[in-house]
């Protein structure tokens, strides 16, 4: 089969790679369907996490199941799966919190990106859909393996609820799936921080009440002015610089809560959250916990976060799919073997 490779910064590879086989009985192998590459992919697409040697990647996938171990009993071949980019066993005494992200048997897969992967621990990680899904449904569908769950994430973790005002602070795919998290959710107010066109669109598809532009002290003046003059209850930090945290700090009211799922780089001013009484939760996303849900949410078209796909190209291109999200020239690239 072949899959993606990468090699070096800015060298991403399609190539022949060995067909994945069952390792353990709980392993699914999955035929893909769809896959996409993450902003986190980009970290090592722009040298700013190594690369020691040529290594498959991706993390995002939907597609069917062609093959299962002895112990798996929840999915079967022939299924239609979407799973986490966390695996979780879902029976640990961790899982059983829905803490899944945090599973004590949890592992980790690189190299979605091609044309067949095994999935570890398929009776905790996947789930199947009813049915064999329209294809019009796969965008949104495929998001459910990370940024629409990282997105939602980020809003549970902010205490987002009816009637409370949130600022999301980030536009790439994940804080724009935090808009629609934070609209699902309940919110009145919803603020998307974005100064670029298509995105500012697709936030306010997602139902975004208000954007704002501005950043630093013009953009927490801005959300101070649409908030009481006091900032939001909830603030989604998307992004994980320091900047992006601060701008958060910034924006949320003293008492509310920031939802952080970007990857912390840098400091966090602990001082300023106690005087505050400002909240901090987040982390990687409990996938396997808000996928049923968000299933459901999807397949009932009541959500449709596969908008923030706005490219497509076959999984054979997938050096332009990096190329386009590295120079900002697409926000997600969907990849189709
Ligand atoms: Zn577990």
Sequence with gaps: MFGAVIYAPGDVRYEEREDPTILEPTDALV?????????????????????????PIGHEFCGVVTAVGDLVKTVRPGDFVVGGFNPSDGTCPVCRKGAHANCQHGSHYDGAQAEQIRIPLADGTLVATPTMPDDDL??????????????WHAAVSAGVGPGKSVAVVGDGAVGLCGVLAAVQLGAETVIAMSRHEARQKVARAFGATHVVAERDEAGIAAIR???????????LECVGTEEARLQALGCVRDGGNVGLVGVPHGDLPVNDLFWRNVGIKGGPAHCRAYLPELLDLVLARTINPGLVFDLQLPLAEVAEAYAAMDERRAIKSLLRP
């Design 31 to 55: 035929r893909t369907v769809a896959a996409c590459v993450c902003g986190s992919d980009l970290w090592r697409y722009r040298g700013i996490a190594p690369v020691p040697e040529p290594t």
């Design 225 to 235: 002015a649409l908030t009481d003059g006091i900032g939001a209850d909830c603030v």
């Design 138 to 151: 796969i965008p949104s569908i495929l998001t459910l393996s990370d940024v629409m769950c990282t997105g």
